[in-house]
């Protein structure tokens, strides 16, 4: 009762202040008097809210026994894969009705065999993915279909906590729940519960969404898509006010780029960043307290082209202030390999301007190809900040893992190899003189917070 108490104060505020210009808060008639809602705002934006179902399949572990040959020898059994179908719900936002594009959340689509789409309207078309970036959490559909309705953009770098929000989407897939709040907090990580997600600048909101909501829109009372909703904090699976959701800002520059190439062409600087605290900015006698401290500058790298070095402090990039790590993070990893960008920095008390190009991480990747027939469906790179090992291990990272390849039987995307048959590998190079005329790999491989030996024959 208390938060319903809320509400009604926030909406009648909104109705009676500034003459109340937004379509969002217009009242409606009740009776003889007048009662501020949502409603016509709400009744614009559900139809560019869609409903996503999708259809997969997985491989299903069998008993140990069907694996071994000579069990299945006897019984003169065939190795077959068993898979079991695993279908899914979410949302999506329809961001331009003349080509169909949709976003939505690349967890909601990864790895679907069939991806269906429904409207308000109860139309449902089958959607075919344009692109997707695992590293943002942003995936792009297309539907072919008419008399679409789509959401106007906002810009989300004027968001401030405390504005009201409204999140749209599909909970347990009931379609097109309306929840309100505010914004809880901006510029939020969540490390550990976001997935694969490296890029992270959420919006926090307290609007409600739970499981279905994923890829939904975040609106403001004007109507205007602010964020695409993503992740929740819950210790039980279910809302408790504490919801993330991609900044459109974000979510805008990751679909130009997957609709122009299909894909994001990230690029990498080479370097392993941490946050500058009080006591480190006093150890290298800096005035500053934000930035980025550079902890590790991979050899051959564009930032050691440019002139970066251990210990200098990343203030700004193009311009734009650097508070903290993540910041330096997300300003590289929405640029395109090739860009220019002017860092300033701090080094020996002394602020500088460094310009670099942005690298791309592919000129040092390799795929199995003449190393291993083992390795068969694997794409493999010198490590750089892509992995969150770097700067704290030597080794080659797995960059790709195609599935249902011999590779996949050993090897996950992420993963870090440090030594082939007990001799540390600290380079792509030196991975393909190891593995070469082998007949068995002895690989140590880092995994997440642990660590592991596989053998690869």
């Known amino acids: 009762m208390q938060r319903l108490g809320s509400l009604l104060t926030m909406l009648l505020t ?52 069907m694996q071994d040959p000579f069990f299945r020898r006897f019984f003169d059994l065939p190795r077959q894969r068993r898979e079991r179908e695993v279908q899914s719900l979410g949302s999506g936002v329809i961001v331009d009705a003349d080509k169909g594009y949709i976003l939505t959340n690349h967890h909601v689509i990864a790895d679907a065999d069939e991806i269906t789409v429904k409207l308000q309207d109860d139309r449902q078309f089958q959607a075919d993915v344009i692109g997707s970036d695992p590293e943002t959490d942003v995936a792009v559909i297309r539907i072919d279909a008419n008399d679409l309705n789509s959401v106007p953009r906002a810009d989300s770098s004027t968001l401030r906590v405390g504005d009201f929000v409204v999140a749209i989407g599909n909970p347990f897939g009931l379609d097109h729940t309306v929840t309100t709040g505010v914004v809880s907090g901006l510029g939020r990580t969540l490390r550990g519960g ?39 904090l819950s210790r039980s699976g279910g809302n408790i006010g504490i919801g993330f959701a991609i900044p459109i800002n974000m979510a805008d520059e990751i679909q130009r780029q997957i609709v122009e190439h299909g894909e994001v062409r990230r ?41 970066l070095q251990q210990g200098d402090v990343v203030t700004a990039v193009n311009g734009d202030p650097i508070s903290s790590a993540n910041d330096l993070a997300n300003a590289i990893g929405l640029m395109q390999i090739g860009d220019s960008v002017k860092l300033t920095v701090m080094r020996d008390g002394e602020k ?24 068969a469906g694997a794409k493999f790179s010198n490590l ?34 440090t030594s082939v048959n007990r001799k540390p590998v600290r380079t792509l190079q030196a991975f393909r003189e190891a593995v070469k005329g082998e007949d068995k790999l002895l690989l140590n491989i880092r995994r997440g917070n642990g660590a592991m030996f596989v053998l690869v024959q």
Do not use: C
């Open 14 to 65: 909104v109705a009676l202040t500034a003459g109340q210009a937004s379509a969002a808060s217009l009242p409606a008639a009740v009776g003889d008097s007048e009662m501020p809602t949502l409603a016509p705002m709400v009744e614009r934006v559900s139809p560019a809210v869609v409903n996503i179902a999708t259809r997969s399949s997985v491989e299903v572990e069998s008993n140990p026994l």
């Open 352 to 375: 500088m301007t460094i310009n670099a190009s942005v690298g791309d991480p592919e000129s040092y990747q390799a795929d199995a190809t003449g190393m291993h027939d083992a390795l």
């Open 267 to 307: 690029g990498v600087l080479g370097v392993r960043v941490q946050d500058l605290t009080p006591e480190m900015a006093e150890a290298f006698e800096l005035e500053t307290r934000d930035g980025a401290l550079i902890a590790h500058v991979a050899p051959g790298s564009a930032a050691e082209k440019a002139g």
């Open 194 to 232: 976001a997935g694969n997600t490296r890029l992270q600048n959420f919006i926090q909101t307290d609007a409600s969404i739970n499981p279905g909501n994923s890829g939904g829109a975040l609106v403001n009372l004007k109507g205007e898509l602010v964020g695409i909703n993503t992740a929740i």
């Open 384 to 417: 750089d900040e892509r992995s969150p090992l770097f700067g704290e291990v030597e080794g080659v990272l797995v960059t790709k893992v195609e599935r249902g390849t011999r590779a996949s039987r050993y090897l996950q995307e992420g993963d870090v190899i």
